[in-house]
């Protein structure tokens, strides 16, 4: 496992997922209002919004959390948000992704460029390290779902791309414009997901040591605390000797 979902294996290990629950309703909020706002309040006539409730309620966002972020979209006195991706370097060239929504680009773009060169990377112009990804879909299941086989038949129908299954459950793979129906489409079949996502996932990786780890974990860090930022995604990878030393910190 490489990048992102190695480094949001070592978190949950820490324990800081728990944590940092409260900031992430915050942000899924955030996208369920823009959602709303810029098409249908309907999640059922807006694509979008549809996939933000549904990583909303993959990840156990009361019902109550979600309509209300809704109806502040449609009282108009909403912030005007503004997304915008930031591509980057960290230590030991490790390509990096930086979603956001603001509603103030100059004090994100500030805050950005300072956790890159906090730790030790840089900030680069548009296009840079996209490249090295791919935008997909990703939908998580526990094995409480099926046997690998059951989920896989399911994943087939519902039109995903792949399926990996191993003792901690089942990871779906699918493209991101067709994400939000592949997951109604296994909802229906497997009940609920643990989560649903849309992702970018490396085509490139890069193999780093327990120096540069420790430094990109660290920036990850920095930037998943900012409450502008919805997502980070890198194409790192660590060894397994590696791995244990950060996860014994």
């Given amino acids: 496992m490489a990048g992102h979902s190695q480094f949001k294996n070592i978190m949950h290990r820490k324990g800081r997922q728990d944590a940092a629950r409260a900031k992430m309703f915050s942000k899924l909020a955030r996208e369920i209002t823009v959602a709303a706002k810029v098409g249908s309040p309907d999640p059922g006539m807006n694509p979008r919004l549809r996939l933000a409730v549904q990583a909303a309620r993959a990840e156990n966002m009361p019902k109550d959390n979600i309509e209300r972020a809704i109806k502040k979209a449609q009282g108009g006195d909403s912030e005007a948000y503004e997304a915008i991706r930031y591509e980057g370097y960290a230590p030991g ?54 046997s690998a086989d059951a989920v896989l038949d399911a994943a087939i129908e519902a039109g995903a791309d792949d399926v990996q299954s191993d003792a901690d459950g089942h990871l779906i793979t699918c493209s991101f414009d067709s994400l939000g129906t592949v997951a109604l489409a296994l909802e229906e079949k497997l009940s609920e997901a643990q989560s649903v996502k849309a992702v970018w996932k490396p085509n490139l990786t890069t193999q780093i040591g327990e120096e540069h780890a420790e430094a990109i974990l660290k920036l990850i860090a920095i930037l998943e605390d900012d409450d502008d930022v919805q997502n980070v995604f890198a194409n790192f990878e660590v060894s397994d000797e590696v791995l244990k030393k950060l996860t014994a910190a």
């Fill in 93 to 146: 060239g490790v390509a990096v992704m930086v979603e956001a929504l603001t509603d103030n680009r100059n004090r994100t773009g500030g805050a950005v460029r300072a956790a890159f060169s906090k730790c030790g990377g840089n900030l680069a112009s548009t296009g840079s390290v996209a490249h090295m990804f791919n935008h997909a879909g990703e939908i998580a299941y526990g094995l409480a779902a099926g």
